[in-house]
């Protein structure tokens, strides 16, 4: 564990990026932030937890909705400023009900849509609707 | 081009993180940052152009070492502060010679190097070795 965090450089908020990417299909599912305390809470429980920059919390990813990512691989980069989160996620990454956040692209000069919602936000949180899942 | 700015958000100091993916393989080679300039540059030539923070200036990836990225697509996450960008990376993304950053794994509480390096940072660089790629 502190070869780990020898290895890291956070930023001035004590954060550092984490791209989550599905273990095996390779698709990129999203991009948030962790600090020490939620790191070392993702590898104690194999289950990932991010840091909720609009909460300044710990945010247990998927603990309202189901929708949790359970670590495989924790990788580093060569500056040690940002990770990589080898996951498998169940069911949907984004809060949309989307598979991934990034469900839009670029195409002609125009922002599209290129994923529909395989479920519904209503049924991720019932009636209580946050923008963290 | 006024439609993708609309839907981003920068961060305070102007920037957004991207992620540079390998469009076919799915294989995540590094994580960097981007201006609007740098996102402009991008979209205008085709040729990834990220925004070096330790240099405080444009980086135009592979200018150096010939390691370009093509732009295939940018994809923007549902709350518009992260970028995914879709590329074809020319050679190794990498200024230790490797084709991924993220050459590095936490495994039974070790960081081990995963990946070797396909070149070395003199023949990518030559004399002028730099950080940057």
Same mark, same amino acid.
């Given at each position: 564990?502190?070869?780990?965090?020898?290895?890291?450089?956070?930023?001035?908020?004590?954060?550092?990026?984490?791209?989550?990417?599905? /273990?095996?299909?390779?698709?990129?599912?999203?991009?948030?932030?962790?600090?020490?305390?939620?790191?070392?809470?993702?590898?104690?429980?194999?289950?990932?937890?991010?840091?909720?920059?609009?909460?300044?919390?710990?945010?247990?990813?998927?603990?309202?909705?189901?929708?949790?990512?359970?670590?495989?691989?924790?990788?580093?980069?060569?500056?040690?400023?940002?990770?990589?989160?080898?996951?498998?996620?169940?069911?949907?990454?984004? /809060?949309?009900?989307?598979?991934?956040?990034?469900?839009?692209?670029?195409?002609?000069?125009?922002?599209?849509?290129?994923?529909?919602?395989?479920?519904?936000?209503?049924?991720?949180?019932?009636?209580?609707?946050?923008?963290?899942?």
């Amino acid at each position: 564990m502190n070869a780990l965090f020898e290895s890291l450089a956070f930023n001035e908020a004590g954060l550092i990026p984490a791209i989550a990417q599905q /273990h095996d299909t390779g698709e990129v599912l999203m991009l948030a932030w962790m600090n020490r305390a939620s790191i070392e809470e993702t590898l104690a429980t194999g289950q990932v937890c991010y840091f909720s920059r609009s909460r300044s919390k710990l945010w247990r990813k998927g603990e309202t909705s189901g929708q949790v990512q359970k670590l495989v691989e924790l990788r580093i980069d060569c500056d040690g400023d940002s990770l990589l989160l080898l996951v498998e996620q169940t069911g949907v990454a984004c /809060h949309t009900g989307r598979r991934s956040c990034f469900f839009r692209a670029l195409r002609d000069g125009e922002v599209v849509t290129i994923a529909d919602p395989e479920t519904t936000p209503e049924a991720l949180y019932g009636k209580n609707l946050t923008t963290d899942s």
